[in-house]
């Protein structure tokens, strides 16, 4: 079953021991170029799934310093709001 077959924000009921996976609309041009990918073989990829995760897991890292520091102030915003309100 292809990962556009299914509506998008649906989420497929978790089978015991299995994770819950929802599904995700891209441009067909993208979704052409993702199956050109796994047609040629190129990095080993033999599916949608597999080549998608693996494209945002990488961007998750690569955001993960940015995400980071977006914490750290969010958290320093939130200490200064408890403060001001004398929460500490």
Known sequence: MSILENPPNTIKK???GRREYTTI???KTLMEEVNRII???ILG???RMEFV???VRDK???LQPYLTQKKKE???AEQHLDDDRGDN
Do not use: V
């Open 14 to 16: 978790k089978r015991k």
């Open 25 to 27: 609309q891209i441009p």
């Open 39 to 41: 047609q040629l073989g």
């Open 45 to 47: 990829y033999t599916s």
């Open 53 to 55: 995760k693996d494209a």
């Open 60 to 62: 998750i890292l690569q």
């Open 74 to 76: 969010g958290d320093l």
